[in-house]
Structure formats: structure tokens, C-alpha cells
């Protein structure tokens, strides 16, 4: 019997010993040695044995007696307790109402220390039950995972598509597909269903996806060109969700601790924005119109969103500088160089459209900025109509395929014609913003290009052009947070600098998507097309990524234009290749210069190329030359040509 | 875009003068840099000098704005204070007047002040002067003319109005497409 209760009896002496307060079991204990000091048998079990004499209606007044009661030895007591029969007799007289602590079954003493040394050991056989149960699940989640991952998934065939037609298949059902899909493309070779190929599952991929989220297949395999299969999948589903509401502080007027503390004080729920902006202020919740607030009124910050302020950080326009900002509605970004430069030197804010330069003009009396000319020119006629810029900053327009939780019309609007188009614009804008820039100003020569697109053809294909373009080089934009620029996109090879640009998700940075390249304009010389024109646009498409870098040096070498305008560089070409060009008065406009020097047909063109590569040293200034005679009478219809070939 | 004529000169002047009185000299003898009143499009602007001289090299026609806008000549000749001239305004203002933050914004949907959302006032205010109203805590939003001088305005009745309206910031939203 001893053996029996030794268990429970070391429980309470461990426990006496630890707790240096009397708890209500030492009361207990203390009670009982108090009743029977003398007895001392090993066997018992005082815990039950709580009750005094006293009467069962004053349980507490008792126990406060037994506190006052002696100290010395209870531990010892405790645990020699009291003897078998005592405990019997006292039980078996109060054992109606007496029960021990925490014990909601027993009523017989005898029978509940039993129970209790069956309850432990059924709570013990339970929890071994329950590991094994757990044991036996996992090893169950085991196999059904490894069934999972070499489980053959179905992909749908043509005819069982078609049944599908005439029934509503749900979202859900879509989306499970799409998940399946992107596993099995992530282990393809031991999961794909025997005799299916890549682009099959690629194709239901891109069609279940533009179904899923409401997308123009076009554009979903856009995004299935640059990303990874599950990569694209969150970023749809990035883009189907709000960002974030940010504002920027108008240093200008106010402090952003205190506008903080104002507009907490109004009931707004806010955090700074991030470690890399000291001005940005993020905005979870509030119970006033965050655009109509005394503070935004009187121009005490501007809603901008995180991305937008990115390129101007990248500009960092310094006070007394001559900046222009070649599409500045709504007036955000040229509010912020305004307030990097203190409020000094010269901001010219351009935009195109009159409507939203309104809109800019407001901003800006609002922020208190006061070094800005606000007009609406046409960009591309921008060297003409002003130049000799510091630094210029163009937010150009895009296919906005980074902002579709903003505007989600974009999902279905925008094609890859679209794109096309607006990356065309983009180089014409970015031709125009690095011709006004001063190459010889001390502090700037800086060029900002940014879009709120995440297409590849509208970034790095653009910046590429203008590297072959103009004499420029691209710089660290300084943001630490951002993904380096993209130096391979399909067969497409860019220049290794390419990595310098940055790109922003929706997915990875919670930010819109954007895109940011900087550029330091060298000289004022223009890359004339010449020979090299036609190898460097090859060399874009072509896997060999040191014909760029080649080409840098090639080009600054060999040429030595001072001329800004296209027509100045047409008069120079007349007189430089003299007699042989009399075609020239037809083309005065760069495009259709390049498009001349393109003319050779396509077989020439590549011999030519590898010629070149071949003597790249010996270039002299004769082959240009023949090549613009052999070019000539082709002109235009090559010209068009190299520009499908470039898309 | 112009310099103004003497008779325009002499209209805006003397709008302006109700407001920020002998200072509009410091405003054509600024310390920091020199700026001058230019008319565009019935529209005043206050340049400073660098924008005056990059400002010929854009074409006329395209400038929609620059520096700061003061105001505008009217059809009728006379002058009109915009909002926008307000950071110009407050900076030389001779009278002020404080709103209490409970009728702040009914000042900004462009209403008079009444007395009982009168905080301060300036000293010496003459009856129909102009004023500066700004919140409590100095942030400017917004101008009129006294309806009273400050010793009249310390016994009227709570209803009564102190300042009457002209300008305030809520125009910047409420009517953007007039202003500018």
C-alpha cells in the first residue's frame, strides 16, 4: 500500500519544499500535524484530510486558525503525515462533504486515492495515446504529402475543356487548377502527365490565370514572361489588393513629428513609412478625410504614394539647381524636388495637358513652393523649347501595369499594342529629357527615367535604346530597397550596368509597381548611327553580353558630334561623308536617318556584323559611308523592319 | 506675360496695403533675392528674379504659372486677393486674428467668424481692416476684413460676427477650377 501512495507522497513533498509560502496544501498539512503530531506512519495521505473539527459550515475560519498555527518542522510533518487508521476514522466520519483539493470525483477515501492512482496512470495512457495518435497523423501527412508532390496532376485536355464550356466553372476551381499547375511546374519532370508538354500546361496556366483574375491573356502571358510561374501568381494577387495610403511631409512648412502629432490628435491612425523615407507617413485608419484636414489644407503634407517618391530621391536635386520635371501632374514629385532644393533655384514643371497642370498649380501654391514655372509643352519638343538643365526627371507615361490595383480597368484595357506604343512614346521623351540636359553642369547631368510599369519593354528595353543612343551612363540610383534591373528578358541580352536600375512590386515591397534608372549624361555628343548602330542593335538581341560594353568605348572614340539638335546632325553628316550624300535634304529628322543607316538588307547587315566583329579596330570612317549608299534606296521599308524586329 | 501698368499697380497696392500696410515695401525689396509683379493672363504673380529671367526662354503661351499667383484683375478692373497669396499675406500681415479650433472648420467651408469662435485678435484692429486668421496653434487658413474694431468686437454677443470672409484654404478644394 505504502509503494501504492509513495508516488503521490513525493508529489507533495517536492512540492512543500519548493514553495517557500504557505499555499493551501501546506495549510493542509499543517493542520493534520497539528491534530496528531505523535502519529507517525509512513503510508499517508493528508491531502484529503483537510478538515478540522470544527464544523463543516466555516471551512475558511478554520483554515486562517492553521495559519497562525507553529512552523517549525511542517515540512517534515507534511511528509510523515498521518497514520492509515487516524485518517480512515477521520475520513470515514466527514467523508460526506469532505473532499480533497481539486478532486471533483472521489467521495470514499479509500477508493479515491485508488482512483487517483488510475486516473494518473489513465491521464498517462491517454497521453501516450495521443502521441501515438500524433505519430501515426504525421507519418499519415508524410505519405499523403509525398503522394501530393509524385501524385500525377490531370491536366484538362482539349475535349474536356469544351465540356467545361457550357458550365460555370468556379473561381475556386480555377484557382486550385492554377496551384496545381504551378507545382507540377516546379517539379516537372517527374510530375507532368505522361506525353503533355510544357506549353501545354504553360497555356492553360496563362488561360485559367486570365480567367481567374480577369486579365487579357495577353497580358497575363506578359507577366508569365518575366516571372516565375508562382511569382506571377502573387503578384496578381498583389495587384488585386490595396496599398497602403501614404503621405508625404511638406518640409517646407512643417516637421513630421508634429504634423504626426497633429494628425493623430484628429484620430488618424499612422507609422512612419519606412526606414529609407524620413518624410513618408503611413496611414492605416482614420476617421476624418485624410485629403481635406486643416493640415493638408494648409499644405502641411501631400498624398503620395511610396513609389512616387522614389525617382526623386534617386534625382537628389540640389538647392539652386535648374531642374525640369518633363510630366509633373499632379504636381507630388515636383512639390518633393521643391522641397529638397529648399525652395531655391529654378523648377520648371511640364506636363502636357492642361486639365491636370491645373490640378499642379494648386499643389504646388498649397505646398508653398515657390521656384516653379509651370507649363504645358509637348516633351518631345523639349531641347527646343528650353534647355541646359541640371537635372531632369521624367515620370513618363506607361501602360500602368504596376498600378492595376489602383485602376483595375487596366486589366482588360491595356494590350500588347498598347505597350508597344507607350514604350515608343517613352524613348522619344527620353531622347528629348537627356538633350536638355547641361553634360558640362558641375553639379547635375543627371537624368531620372522612371514608369509605373513593370514591363520589361518599357524599362530596361528603353534604357538600353538610350544607352546605344546617347552618351550616357547609368548610376547607382541610391535605393537600397528595390530589385536590380532585369539583364536577360527572353532572348533579349541588356548591358551589365542594367543592374543598377531598380524595380518595385507590389508583391515584395507593398509599394506600387515602379521602375527607377539614372542616368549621367557624359557629353554632349549624340551615338550617331553609324556602322555600330546596326551591330549594337543586334548585339541587344544577341547573346553576347560584351558587345555592349564593347560598344561604349567604340562609340565615344569614333565619334565626336558637339551638335544637340537632329538637324544640326544632318548638315554635319552632309558634310562630313561630302558628295556621296546628296539624299539628305529629304531626311532631316533622326528617326529617318537611323532608319537610312538600317537600309542594308538583312543578309548584309549580318555579314557586315560579323565583319565587324571580326575587325572591330579597323573601323574606319569609309564603311559607314558604303553602307549609307548600299542603304539608301531601301530606306524607309527597312526602317520599319528593324523596328518590328526591335519589338 | 507683362510688367503691370501704374494704374494696375496702384489698384493692387492699395488692396494689398489694407492688409500688410507700409510692408509692401519689403515685398518689392525682398532681402533674399529681388522679385517683381508680373501679369499673366489678368493674373499677378510675385517672381523672384532667376524665374523672371529662365521664364522668356518657354513659350508665352504655355506658361500656365509661375512663382506665386497674388490674385487676379477682374473684369471690371479691380483687384481680387486669391488664397493663394496667403504664405505672402501672413508673412507681413499687420493684424491678425486667432479662430478657436471648434470653429475652425466652419471658417474653411467659407464662413464668417462669429465672436464665440473668436480665440485672439490683435490690438488696434480699425474697423473693416484686413486680417490674417489663423488656427491656435499659428497655422494660417485663410483672410477677411474685421466686421469690427478690437474694442467694439470685446463687447458684442457671441453671434456677432468679428471677421468677415474672403478667402480661405478650403478653396483650394472647394474651387479649384476658379483659382487657377
Known amino acids: 500500500m505504502g509503494k501504492i501512495y509513495f508516488p503521490e507522497n513525493m508529489v507533495i513533498y517536492k512540492f512543500l519544499l519548493s514553495s517557500p509560502q504557505p499555499s493551501s496544501y501546506v495549510t493542509m498539512a499543517k493542520e493534520t500535524t497539528n491534530k496528531r503530531k505523535a502519529s507517525r506512519a509512513p503510508s499517508s495521505k493528508k491531502k484529503k484530510v483537510v478538515k478540522p473539527p470544527t464544523p463543516p459550515s466555516s471551512p475558511g475560519a478554520s483554515d486562517d486558525e492553521v495559519d497562525s498555527g507553529s512552523e517549525v518542522g511542517d515540512s517534515d510533518a507534511a511528509s510523515s503525515s498521518a497514520s492509515g487508521d487516524e485518517m480512515k476514522k477521520f475520513t470515514d466520519s466527514n467523508n460526506k462533504w469532505l473532499k480533497m483539493k481539486g478532486d471533483t470525483s472521489g467521495s470514499d477515501s479509500d477508493s479515491d486515492s485508488e482512483a487517483s492512482i488510475s486516473q494518473i496512470e489513465r491521464d498517462a495512457m491517454i497521453l501516450d495515446k495521443e502521441k501515438e495518435e500524433e505519430a501515426k497523423e504525421f507519418e499519415q501527412d508524410l505519405q499523403r504529402q509525398r503522394q501530393d508532390q509524385t501524385k500525377i496532376f490531370h491536366l484538362p485536355t482539349q475535349e474536356e475543356l469544351e465540356e467545361d464550356e457550357d458550365r460555370v466553372v468556379p473561381p475556386t476551381e480555377i484557382r486550385e487548377r492554377v496551384e496545381e499547375i504551378i507545382e507540377v511546374m516546379q517539379d516537372f519532370k517527374r510530375r507532368r502527365e505522361e506525353g503533355r508538354s510544357r506549353s501545354e500546361y504553360m497555356d492553360q496556366l496563362e488561360c485559367d490565370l486570365s480567367e481567374y483574375f480577369g486579365y487579357l491573356p495577353e497580358l497575363i502571358g506578359l507577366f508569365l514572361k518575366m516571372f516565375s510561374p508562382s511569382e506571377a501568381l502573387e503578384f496578381l494577387d498583389a495587384s488585386d489588393k490595396p496599398r497602403p495610403l501614404v503621405i508625404r511631409t511638406n518640409t517646407l512648412k512643417a516637421r513630421r513629428k508634429d504634423l504626426a502629432q497633429a494628425l493623430i490628435k484628429r484620430g488618424v491612425n499612422l507609422d512612419p513609412l519606412a526606414n529609407w523615407s524620413k518624410v513618408g507617413l503611413k496611414i492605416y485608419e482614420s476617421t476624418v478625410p485624410i485629403g481635406a484636414t486643416p493640415e493638408y489644407l494648409s499644405g502641411h503634407y501631400m498624398l503620395q504614394s511610396a513609389a512616387s517618391m522614389c525617382p526623386v530621391m534617386a534625382l537628389e536635386p540640389q538647392p539652386g539647381e535648374k531642374v525640369l520635371d518633363m510630366s509633373s501632374a499632379p504636381g507630388g514629385k515636383t512639390s518633393y524636388i521643391a522641397q529638397l532644393m529648399k525652395n531655391q533655384g529654378i523648377i520648371v514643371a511640364n506636363d502636357l495637358k492642361v486639365e491636370r497642370q491645373k490640378a499642379t498649380v494648386g499643389n504646388l501654391h498649397r505646398l508653398g513652393v515657390k521656384n516653379v514655372i509651370t507649363c504645358c509643352n509637348d516633351g518631345k519638343n523639349f531641347p527646343k523649347v528650353m534647355g541646359n538643365f541640371d537635372r531632369v526627371l521624367l515620370d513618363a507615361p506607361c501602360s500602368g501595369l504596376g498600378v492595376i490595383s489602383r485602376d483595375q480597368s487596366i486589366k482588360v484595357q491595356r494590350t500588347v499594342k498598347d505597350i508597344e506604343r507607350t514604350a515608343h512614346l517613352q524613348k522619344e521623351l527620353l531622347l528629348a529629357g537627356i538633350d536638355s540636359l547641361n553634360a558640362k553642369s558641375k553639379t547635375g547631368g543627371i537624368m531620372v527615367y522612371s514608369t509605373c510599369s513593370v514591363s520589361v519593354q518599357e524599362n530596361e528595353q528603353v534604357v538600353q535604346y538610350i544607352l546605344g543612343k546617347r552618351d550616357v551612363k547609368l548610376l547607382d540610383t541610391n535605393l537600397k530597397h528595390g530589385k536590380p534591373g532585369f539583364q536577360r528578358y527572353q532572348e533579349r541580352r541588356f548591358h551589365p550596368s542594367m543592374q543598377l536600375t531598380r524595380r518595385f512590386y507590389p508583391h515584395t515591397h507593398n509599394m506600387d509597381g515602379f521602375f527607377v534608372a539614372k542616368f549621367q549624361k557624359l557629353s554632349n555628343k549624340e551615338r550617331v548611327p553609324q556602322g555600330e548602330e546596326a551591330e549594337e542593335e543586334v548585339s541587344a538581341s544577341d547573346d553576347d553580353d560584351d558587345e555592349g560594353v564593347q560598344m561604349d568605348v567604340e562609340v565615344s572614340d569614333s565619334e565626336s558630334d558637339v551638335e544637340v539638335s537632329s538637324e544640326k546632325k544632318a548638315l554635319r553628316a552632309k558634310f562630313m561623308s561630302g558628295v556621296v550624300l546628296p539624299e539628305d535634304d529629304e531626311s532631316l529628322d533622326s528617326d529617318e536617318e537611323e532608319a537610312k543607316e538600317e537600309a542594308p538588307p538583312k543578309k548584309q547587315r549580318w555579314e557586315k556584323i560579323k565583319k565587324g566583329k571580326k575587325k572591330k579596330q579597323e573601323k574606319g570612317k569609309k564603311e559607314p559611308k558604303s553602307k549609307q549608299v548600299a542603304g539608301k534606296p531601301k530606306g524607309k521599308e527597312q526602317g520599319g523592319g528593324k523596328k518590328k524586329e526591335k519589338k | ?180
Not at chain 2, 497674388?70 to 504664405?87: N, P, R, V
Open chain 2, 1 to 180: 506675360m507683362r510688367p503691370l501698368t501704374e494704374d494696375e499697380m496702384r489698384t493692387m497696392f492699395q488692396k494689398l496695403s489694407t492688409y500688410i500696410g507700409k510692408n509692401i515695401q519689403h515685398l518689392l525689396q525682398n532681402k533674399t533675392e529681388a522679385h517683381a509683379f508680373r501679369l499673366l493672363k489678368d493674373r499677378v504673380y510675385y517672381v523672384s528674379e532667376s524665374l523672371l529671367k529662365s521664364a522668356p526662354n518657354l513659350p508665352a503661351d504655355t506658361i500656365l504659372s509661375l512663382g506665386t499667383c497674388m490674385g487676379k484683375f477682374t473684369k471690371s478692373k479691380k483687384f481680387k486677393l486669391h488664397i493663394t497669396s496667403l504664405d505672402v499675406l501672413n508673412r507681413y500681415a499687420l493684424y491678425k486674428v486667432w479662430v478657436k479650433p471648434s470653429s475652425e472648420m466652419s471658417f474653411l467651408y467659407g464662413n464668417n467668424i462669429p465672436k464665440s469662435g473668436l480665440g485672439r485678435i490683435t490690438d488696434g484692429v480699425p474697423q473693416y481692416g484686413g486680417v490674417i486668421v489663423l488656427s491656435m496653434s499659428d497655422v494660417p487658413l485663410g483672410f477677411g476684413v474685421a466686421a469690427q474694431s478690437t474694442e467694439v468686437c470685446k463687447e458684442l454677443e457671441p453671434t456677432g460676427n468679428v471677421v468677415l470672409h474672403q478667402g480661405d484654404i478650403g478653396e483650394y478644394l472647394r474651387n479649384e477650377d476658379d483659382v487657377f
